[in-house]
């Protein structure tokens, strides 16, 4: 009994899902050289730079008093100690349990762009993954994949309307460990723009999904042309006259070398 921790409690509420805790050693007679963080985290030994750091203090059966001017006080055998409370993570984390959701995100100013992802996933964990979308320092893979996960519908229609295919399609090419995990080496055959194109029509968002095909055929480029046979191939289903137009339109000029699919589908389907 020689130190004080700070436990934030996952999303009760949800019972399709484990309760997520995130511990943090706050104060503590011995001090590791980093903090405790969360598993998968990011940097070394999970350490993350806007992690609290453990305030060495000489505890001894601490026993938590109560809050004053951003700290715990803390009685000991030794007298009353305060501990400091100034890290963003820990004043988030406390006002969302409070339930003052609008106090924390007046916090997340405090953190760096860099940290954004790492307070995204807390976020999350805290079961308010719709709060980690307003995080100016999300990557567009992380914020589709939060967008996908929790099916935040017209957060994501919204972000590729104003940011466009390319950036959606450029995900593919993001680092083995990036928020959605595609490589480009290994996995050169996904396309992002044709899976968040099924998402949506999976969702209802029919005319999105036939705007994302025309921009891809207009992109002028072989990969936007087998997106867009492939979105207009699904779109078959919900109606078929358009989408009929739209195959007959990508697979017009398909070159039997280059993409023989498209030359079969032009020669003996249409």
Not at 44 to 56: A, E
Not at 182 to 202: A, D, P, W
Not at 207 to 218: S, T
């Amino acid at each position: 009994k020689t130190a004080v921790q700070c436990i934030f409690l996952g999303d009760l509420e949800r019972e399709d899902s484990l309760c997520h805790l995130d511990s943090f050693v706050i104060a503590s007679k011995d001090v590791p050289s980093l903090p405790v963080v969360p598993s998968g985290s990011d940097g070394p030994q999970g350490y993350s730079s806007w992690t609290p750091r453990t305030t060495s203090m000489a505890l001894n059966h601490p026993k938590i008093l109560g809050y004053q001017s951003g700290s715990l006080l803390v009685s000991t055998v030794t007298g009353v100690k305060a501990v400091s409370l100034d890290n963003p993570l820990l004043r988030i984390g406390s006002l969302i349990a409070a339930g003052e959701t609008e106090g924390a995100q007046q916090w997340f100013e405090a953190v760096p762009d860099i940290d954004h992802e790492a307070l995204a996933a807390f976020l999350d964990r805290r079961g308010l993954p719709e709060l980690a979308l307003q995080l100016v320092g999300l990557s567009m893979e992380i914020f589709v994949e939060y967008c996908m996960k929790h099916g935040f519908v017209d957060q994501l229609v919204e972000a590729i309307e104003h940011e466009g295919i390319e950036k959606i399609r450029r995900i593919n090419m993001g680092s083995p460990n990036g928020g959605l995990g595609y490589n480009k080496e290994e996995h050169h055959h996904q396309s992002m723009v044709l899976n968040v194109g099924t998402y949506l029509l999976s969702q209802g968002k029919v005319d999105f999904v036939k705007l994302l095909a025309q921009d891809c055929l207009e992109s002028g480029t072989e990969e936007g042309r087998k997106e867009a046979f492939a979105l207009a191939s699904l779109l078959m289903s919900v109606d078929t006259s358009d989408a009929q137009n739209m195959i007959k339109q990508t697979v017009s000029d398909a070159d039997e070398n280059n993409w023989p699919v498209g030359a079969y589908y032009r020669d003996h389907v249409l």
